[in-house]
């Protein structure tokens, strides 16, 4: 009797804030009070389904911040070439999109993924590397990457929206935003003949294979 | 230790289930517990253990149990109220609201209640079943509801765990107010770290006598999940309420920094021995100390480091200039 009580008793009575539903046992904090520093409100954490919140955030983080350093290190090599307010103003774009999160990670009070110090290098070298085969690998490397990107929006709006579309309004408006101007880069990419460049199909496929494990990566860790 | 009734051992099933009063509704409360709370409870315990328990109240209440029902019917209601009436306010933690009546008590509500009673047993008995017992008599449940739980009393600590990181959240948040509606000063985070980890430990000193046992049965390999994931979230609490708002791998060495603080005081305070536990409050102070010169050496290293990266780039230019292979594309 008490070795099935054991884990019934265990998954209930002292989980933390993963529980699905509202009232958990323990009462949850940051209910709807302002932080004090920046202007970020907190979320009342109560009713909101915290896990895959928690998953949707942290990869976006972790997928902005990536995109981030990948345009830092093409405008290290290509900085200073024709197509290099192109890049730096798809970089400015990204860096708006990494304070959103940032302020939406400190809210919904979510973990960053443990490889952010990975992704800050293999970013750069991805985005450098890229680079340095010239502004059309670079312009493929943005074409694969921003692919990728949309697509995993695209997931991330779908779960969303079956999950509770009026629940997570202000979050789904800004996964569609990012979603719309990641498809904008991905059109500016191919307008700057990504696909001229060579291999550009063995790639695009290595790169998007790349994400794919990223995502799955930082969703998890 | 099962005690014996006419007509039921607790491994057998119980004739009488289906005579209780209110005919249909006892019946439906028989199955609302086997239905509702967790799935994995195997249905027929969970329709054992509570008739146990309702039993054992009628027991307490002292009616002479005939072997005629007619008393059956009469002590249950009787027995139910007095128990049921405090649970109005307790929300229900299975998440299948819309299908029990308000006045009904869950499981986890009742193991709860057990849980909370057997703290004051604690100093005496340590955590062990005995305490849980104790716990369950003061209720007005038969010892056996001891059954319920572990032997080794790990649910009773982990409940203690959770009781004292809920209260701990609740303080803080109230401090959080104060300082929001201006009536307090905001604290500097050395501060706020020291107060808030003094408070979560005092909470241990009423049963600081049998907390070493306590701790070693929260390093036992199978509480480790449910202690890690305990002292995480409290751990997580007291950063939030202290303001921390990184977004990078400092929230995981800001976390680290202030566990490692943590377990190391309550080691401390577990063999001390001074008036009010001025020496562990002493060792905290100067840890947390640490970590704040830690992390402001932690920044002047970067600094530096910065300032040699850029020395190093100027000396890389000078010498593409030098060699000529500055060109523009």
Redesign the interface.
């Known amino acids: ?17 993963s ?9 949850v ?3 709807g ?6 202007s ?1 409100q907190a979320v009342p954490q109560a009713g909101i389904n915290k896990p895959v919140i928690d998953r949707i955030i942290r990869v976006d ?1 972790a997928g902005e911040f990536g995109a981030n350093r990948i345009y830092a290190g093409q405008m290290a090599v290509l900085g ?2 024709s197509v290099g307010p192109v890049i730096q103003q798809m970089w400015n774009q990204e860096k708006d999109h990494l304070k959103k ?2 302020e939406l ?2 809210a919904y ?1 979510v ?2 993924t ?1 490889l ?2 990975f992704w800050n290098v293999a970013g750069f070298v991805l985005g450098a590397g890229s680079a340095l085969l010239g502004k059309k690998g670079a312009m493929a490397c943005t074409v694969a990457v921003e692919e990728s990107i949309s697509e995993h929006y695209n997931n991330q709006i779908r779960t969303l929206i079956e999950e509770d579309p009026e629940k997570y309004k202000e979050l789904l408006q800004v996964i569609k935003q990012f979603r719309d101007e990641e498809q904008e880069h991905h059109d500016i990419g191919l307008e700057h003949d990504a696909e001229a460049t060579p291999a550009y199909s063995v790639l695009k496929t290595a790169i998007q294979l790349g994400c794919k494990a990223a995502i799955f990566l930082s969703e998890r860790i | 230790m099962a005690t014996r009734w006419p007509g039921a051992t607790p491994y057998s099933p119980i004739p009488a289930a289906k005579n209780l009063p209110g005919g249909g509704t006892g019946q439906e409360r028989e199955r609302k517990v086997v239905s509702k ?2 799935q ?3 249905p027929l ?1 969970a329709l ?2 509570s008739a146990v328990l309702r039993r054992a109240s009628d027991e307490h209440k002292k009616e002479p149990l005939a072997s005629s029902s007619q008393q059956h019917f009469d002590s249950p209601p009787a027995g139910h109220q007095p128990e049921q009436k405090p649970q109005g306010p307790h ?5 299948q609201g819309g299908q029990e009546s308000e006045d009904y008590e869950s ?2 509500q009742l ?2 209640r057990i849980l909370t009673a057997a703290l004051e047993f604690v100093p005496e008995h340590g955590w062990t079943a005995e305490a849980i017992a104790e716990g369950a008599k003061t209720l007005g449940l038969s010892v056996a509801a001891a ?5 080794d009393g790990s ?1 009773l600590i ?2 203690f ?2 009781e004292c ?2 209260k701990l ?2 303080l ?2 109230k401090e ?2 104060l ?2 509606l201006g009536e307090a000063e ?1 604290k500097p985070i050395d501060e706020f770290l020291r107060d808030a980890v003094e408070a979560r430990l005092r909470m241990l000193i009423p049963y600081i006598e049998k907390w070493p046992q306590a701790l070693s049965i929260l390093l036992l390999p199978r509480n480790i999940p ?1 202690s890690l ?2 002292l995480t ?1 409290m751990i ?2 007291i950063w ?2 202290a ?1 921390d ?1 990184s ?3 400092n ?2 060495t800001r976390r680290a920094v202030l566990t490692g603080i943590y377990n190391t005081t309550e080691l401390v305070m577990m063999q001390d021995s001074s008036p009010g536990f001025e020496d562990t409050w002493r060792f905290l102070g100067n840890r947390v100390a640490d970590a704040m010169a830690m992390s402001s050496t932690a920044s002047q290293v970067q600094s530096t480091g910065e300032a040699v990266v850029q020395g190093l780039m100027g000396a890389a230019v000078t010498i593409k200039n030098l060699a000529g292979l500055n060109q ?2």
């Open positions: 009797m008490a070795a099935a009580a054991g884990p019934a008793v265990r998954c209930s009575l002292w989980q933390r804030r529980l699905r539903c509202g009232p958990g046992p323990r009462p904090p940051g209910g009070a302002p932080l004090r520093l920046c970020t983080h200073r070439s999160f940032n990670m400190v009070r973990r960053p443990v952010l110090p | 709370g967790n994995q409870y195997p315990r054992q253990a929300p229900s933690y299975t998440g499981e986890e193991q709860h059954g319920m739980f572990r032997s649910e982990l409940h765990v959770s990181n809920s959240s609740e803080l948040q959080q107010k300082v929001q905001k449910s994931n305990l979230s997580d609490d939030h309420y303001g708002q977004t990078d791998f929230w995981y523009r594309r």
